[in-house]
């Protein structure tokens, strides 16, 4: 299985940018890096997907070095209400019946006025 | 109703009650999932119903059984909780290929409390 470690909490100002890191060194070669947003009391939000190189779309950026041990999420102009936990996510289905699906501990992101 | 649902939002039992949680997916998905979230805990799947094979976490206790009877609908059947069972239990559904990896979407949670 695949583990993800990522810091425990960052605090960013309105309107920066914030990168938070998730390290997943085991990650296997069908795997996927999924992204989710959680806020109180709610379920997990997709953000982004992607599997090598770079992924953007309308609210994230995703960051993947050629060795895949690691992701950048990467939110351009943070505002009050993107504070929230985010969890990185490494898994794949293999097509053989089995899953491994492994979130990290998330990384609470406080944006401050 | 739209995206994933789930019934109760809220639910208080006694070690000795037998309850179940509902989840339905209106989404047309082909796999469904449950996951636990404890506090300060990463978010643990339970069991994935996928193309009508069933997998399971090893290490979740009996006395939590899951039921699939189509791909729109998933239960979990609990019976003699202990207090440290109290959680979030949360159910996803995704649309699943042969490989590669897959954006789910969750429901809002039951937030279980046992006494």
């Known amino acids: 299985l695949a583990k993800t470690t990522q810091p425990i909490s960052m605090d960013s100002y309105e309107g920066q940018e914030v990168n938070i890191t998730c390290s997943h060194n085991n990650i296997a070669t069908n795997d996927y890096i999924t992204w989710y947003q959680q806020f109180p009391s709610q379920g997990p939000r997709f953000i982004i997907q992607?599997?090598?190189t770079k992924v953007t779309n309308e609210v994230a950026s995703l960051f993947i070095p050629a060795d895949r041990k690691s992701s950048t999420l990467s939110l351009p102009r943070v505002s009050l209400s993107d504070t929230a936990v985010y969890y990185c996510?490494?898994?794949?289905?293999?097509?053989?019946?089995?899953?491994?699906?492994?979130f990290g501990k998330g990384t609470k992101l406080s944006v401050i006025p | 109703e739209t995206g994933v649902t789930q019934t109760p939002r809220h639910l208080v039992m006694g070690m000795t009650n037998k309850k179940s949680l509902k989840c339905e997916q209106h989404l047309g998905h082909n796999a469904m999932y449950w996951y636990k979230q404890s506090a300060k805990k990463p978010l643990e799947l339970m069991f994935v119903y996928s193309l009508e094979e069933r997998v399971e976490n090893n290490s979740v206790p009996s006395r939590f059984s899951p039921e699939c009877p189509n791909s729109s609908h998933l239960f979990l059947h609990l019976h003699t909780l202990q207090p440290e069972d109290s959680a979030l239990y949360l159910c996803?559904?995704?649309?699943?290929?042969?490989?590669?990896?897959?954006?789910?979407?969750f429901g809002p949670g039951t937030r279980l409390t046992v006494l």
């Open positions: 996510l490494v898994g794949s289905y293999s097509g053989a019946g089995s899953y491994q699906l492994t």
């Open positions: 992607g599997y090598k």
């Open positions: 996803a559904s995704s649309q699943v290929g042969t490989s590669g990896g897959d954006e789910q979407f």
